[in-house]
């Protein structure tokens, strides 16, 4: 069957024919024909990435080739300690990654899980006459079947409403709306958004209104849902910044290590030194320009940082891309439970030509009430308590405390009808007690046509009876005659009247919903009158107490996120599927929508192409009413615009988008397991202000990587320079220190100190500049010209304590001096490394303890290797004088001091280019 574009446009029996059905529904052999057809309405298995597969791209490391010929070297050439070191860490490397990336399936059984199991359907089962009501496995659901569907259950597959009675839905996940959405069976003219498609259901959203009937016209991969998912299988996951500069740092050093092997090699054989000799100096020579550790030192890096997100709320899932934080430089934001709490909250009152402000989120009964700026007793005034009193009773919705956690509240309703419940509990005014004393006993149930609601009561103590009433405000004040004024009813003037609207039309301006309280005191036989005129739209002797306005509202802490991550140079853009009022309203408060900004909708996207896009998304930073492929689009233009893209959200229809950026952001508390598993990071607490905590953390990632690899670097290019300088210099004296040596100094010295520069604090003004950008490198030109500085002073001063000491005809004790003088370069270009622009002094030791234990660890390590007979006779080294130790650190602390002057040069160069851009 030719399936059309638009379900909503179709008249009921339009989409019957489409659909080759009818009311009855279909018969039991053609639902079989029928899901051969179209296939079981579940999602689609998409390309998986096999374990195998995940194992090998963990393998396809340049790094880790260059380790692996390092490992094969030594065990060529009988280092079997060495060549089992290096190989252990490629396995704990490889393990590590695998582990953190497998996770694809996951997602997918996930989406499979919001789903319903099971639905009810209208069928003629084989050997019957006649349609019956049955539970069918929602997987069994095809195109033509006819649901029933009723409040509280699961929407198993997209459909066309052919019934709706007072039917609600709730699309949060789905389209980001905040509220409940009303339903109808009329048909929907012109093209819009999923969200406006009011006569259609949607797989996985909720029913939290009513009942309805509505024929399937699509199932599986073909429902919004599955979309999403499809998108979610097809979308290449974007790789992570820290990854790229390790490629292509491999790269470069096993281009190094090849070229200094081969160089000293060749020099040592030009020079005449015997060619077993030479090989075993080309190896040593070879491993000493590879940094081994570094793979194990980046995970150590990482994990560190991993742990210290956790304990800011912001848990990692995939630990590469820890570092991306880092260098995002735009956060595109959902709204709903984002931005906002996702619990709908009255901020207003309208009561007696007063604004009473209230105060106040989520759903815990707790805030106050203001009057022009002063906290008030709402009790105390009676058009207030009355209008508490109205929302609370004219309600369906409940505040459940939760048993297990005294600070835990949950409603269960309709979350309109929720918040007028919670601000008359932040009164005192709990449901439960107000139902005590005026208990109810009749009602007209919210309908969506007629947008209002009642209940009657019965007083006892009077003798009496309510009517309460609320709904839209034009619909209670056409049924309204009077209007309470501190506690007195008069008259409700046309003046009056207009007044209310008006009010009523700014507080929607500042994306309010708002509703209209009334009231009207009645006789209990009056009730039956009462009741039919109000149905039939005579009713107009009610009493108009007030407005309520409520919102979504933005978390308290988001505002200075915001500001913060601006700060930063980070962008804040907001998509979201609510309305382009409301989103506006939302970032105005938050500050993400300045002057100048413009705010687009979804349908406006749907006319730019993608260049057009690009052009207008620079003055652009709030999107609304978006559906999943705006989002993934929105990511798409900003990649292209070169920013690191962060994507934040808790809905399933924002995995696309979450799965296609940097980095996906989900919300642990309020976020569909659909997003969690697709994110890279998940914030424990829903918290945006943890973003901006976890961006900090990344960036200090980013800046103890680049400590770490400038100290292998330094001092890996300093034992090169000193290796060849040496062959030439020194060749008739052989060589001034022993492979194994080279290898116990790159091995053992190096190996302790530079995990713990990934133990290093935070530096002060660490969010205090711009984000990278996506082609910084790790080493930038200066941490190059400060290993190359490094590494000159380093081969300058070896040589010359080698000079010295070769003068006494002791090869073995000239060899020790310089095995001792390079380890201890190590040790200070250590303290070097622990920032690259703030001094020593000016960092306490004990701020990174680790780093303390390891300088120590070093130093009596290398006393043991010098001291101690076994290790002599294994390193091949002799005993230093306490002389021969005070001219070595002298030597050595050359290092320290030149970077020390280095450092306050740049400090004061950046201090006269701060100046010099100062305003005058």
């Not at 409040?151 to 699309?171: M, Q, S, T």
């Not at 899932?317 to 984002?338: E, F, H, Q, Y």
């Not at 230093?880 to 005070?886: E, I, K």
């Amino acid at each position: 069957m030719e399936q059309p574009q638009h379900w909503h446009n179709l008249s009921i029996q339009e989409t019957f024919d489409v659909l080759e059905s009818k009311n009855q529904g279909l018969t039991a052999h053609e639902a079989e024909r029928r899901l051969d057809q179209y296939g079981p309405n579940q999602f689609g298995e998409g390309k998986r990435t096999s374990r195998f597969e995940i194992l090998l791209a963990q393998i396809k490391n340049p790094l880790v080739y260059v380790l692996m010929a390092a490992a094969l070297i030594s065990l060529i050439a009988g280092k079997n300690i060495d060549a089992i070191v290096i190989s252990i860490i490629i396995i704990i490397n490889t393990l590590i990654g695998y582990f953190q990336e497998y996770r694809a399936e996951a997602a997918l059984e996930a989406l499979m899980a919001r789903a319903a199991p099971e639905a009810v359907v209208v069928r003629k089962p084989e050997g019957r006459d006649d349609y019956i009501e049955m539970n069918i496995p929602a997987s069994e659901l095809v195109p033509g079947d006819i649901l029933l569907l009723s409040e509280g259950a699961k929407v198993p597959a997209d459909a066309r409403l052919i019934e709706a009675y007072n039917f609600e839905v709730d699309e949060a996940m789905l389209t980001g709306e905040s509220f409940s959405v009303p339903k109808t069976k009329e048909v929907i003219d012109g093209e819009k958004p999923v969200a406006e498609r009011r006569n259609l259901v949607y797989g996985g959203t909720v029913i939290t209104r009513g009942r309805g009937r509505a024929i399937i016209y699509a199932t599986g991969a073909n429902t919004e849902m599955g979309e999403i998912a499809t998108l979610i299988m097809e979308t290449e996951k974007a790789v992570s910044p820290l990854q790229i500069q390790t490629a292509d740092l491999g790269k470069k050093l096993g281009i190094l290590a090849v070229s200094v092997a081969s160089i000293t090699v060749l020099i040592g054989l030009i020079v005449a030194l015997e060619l077993h000799e030479m090989f075993l100096f080309g190896l040593a020579s070879a491993v000493s320009s590879i940094p081994e550790g570094l793979p194990a030192v980046m995970s150590i890096t990482l994990t560190v940082g991993v742990n210290r997100m956790a304990k800011q709320n912001a848990l990692i899932r995939r630990l590469p891309a820890v570092d991306t934080l880092g260098a995002a430089s735009v956060i595109c934001s959902d709204k709903t439970g984002t931005l906002t709490t996702n619990k709908m909250t009255v901020q207003i009152f309208v009561v007696g030509k007063k604004q009473i402000q209230v105060t106040g989120v989520g759903y815990k009964p707790y805030g106050e009430f203001h009057l022009e700026g002063e906290t008030v007793d709402p009790c105390a005034h009676q058009d207030i308590h009355l209008a508490l009193k109205i929302g609370t009773l004219c309600n369906d919705a409940r505040l459940i405390h939760h048993p297990d956690d005294q600070e835990k509240w949950e409603i269960r309703g309709d979350p309109t009808e929720a918040a007028l419940v919670v601000a008359a509990a932040k009164a005192d005014c709990f449901r439960e007690t107000a139902e005590d004393d005026l208990p109810r006993i009749d009602e007209i149930p919210f309908n969506s046509a007629d947008k209002y609601m009642v209940t009657f009561h019965q007083d006892d103590e009077e003798n009496t009876a309510y009517a309460f009433v609320k709904g839209a405000p034009e619909k209670i004040l056409s049924m309204c005659q009077f209007i309470q004024i501190n506690g007195k009813v008069k008259p409700l003037s046309e003046e009056m009247s207009q007044s209310i609207d008006d009010e009523n039309h700014e507080l929607a301006s500042e994306a309010l919903r708002v509703l209209g309280l009334a009231y009207k005191k009645i006789t209990h036989d009056q009730i039956g009158s009462i009741k039919e005129s109000i149905e039939k739209d005579q009713e107009r002797s009610l009493t108009f107490v007030g407005l309520a306005g409520m919102m979504d509202p933005p978390r308290p802490e988001v505002h200075d996120a915001v500001q913060r991550c601006k700060n930063a140079g980070i962008r804040v853009i907001m998509a979201t599927g609510d309305h382009k009022l409301t989103a506006q309203a939302i970032g105005h408060q938050v500050g993400i929508l300045e002057e100048g900004d413009q705010v687009i909708t979804g349908a406006e996207m749907d006319k730019l192409d993608d260049d057009a896009l690009d052009k207008v998304l620079e003055s652009t930073s709030v999107f609304a009413r978006v559906a999943p492929h705006h989002k993934h689009r929105l990511v798409g233009s900003l990649q292209r615009h070169g920013y690191v893209v962060g994507m934040t959200g808790d809905g399933v229809n924002d995995a696309p988008a979450l799965q296609a950026a940097e980095i996906g952001i989900a919300m642990g508390i309020s976020g569909t397991d659909v997003t969690k598993e697709t994110a890279e990071m998940i914030l424990t607490d829903d918290n945006f202000a943890s973003i901006v905590n976890a961006v900090e953390e990344g960036r200090v990632i980013f800046k103890n990587v680049q400590k770490v690899v400038k100290f292998l670097l330094a001092t890996n290019i300093g034992e090169d320079l000193t290796l060849i300088l040496s062959l030439i210099l020194f060749a008739s004296k052989g060589l001034i220190i022993s492979p194994v040596q080279i290898l116990w100094v790159n091995l053992v010295t190096d190996g302790i100190l530079d995990v713990t520069l990934a133990m290093e604090p935070k530096e002060a003004d660490v969010m205090e500049e711009p984000p990278r950008k996506t082609g910084a490198r790790i080493i930038d030109k200066g941490i190059l010209f400060n290993i190359l500085l490094v590494a000159s002073i380093m081969a300058g001063g070896t040589l010359l304590m080698y000079q010295r000491a070769a003068n006494g005809g002791d090869q073995a004790y000239a060899q020790t001096i310089v095995f001792s003088t390079l380890a201890m370069f190590q040790v200070f270009n250590a303290l070097n490394c622990r920032s690259r622009t703030i001094s020593f002094f000016k960092m306490p030791l004990l701020r990174n303890p680790y780093l303390l234990v390891a300088i120590i660890s070093s130093i009596l390590l290398q006393l043991f290797a010098v001291y101690v007979p076994f290790m002599q006779n294994a390193l091949g080294t002799s005993p230093l004088r306490l002389a021969d130790w005070g001219i070595i650190l002298l030597v050595t602390s050359t290092i320290f001091i030149v970077d020390e002057i280095r450092k306050q040069i740049q400090r004061q160069l950046k201090i006269k280019k701060t100046i010099s851009h100062k305003p005058i």
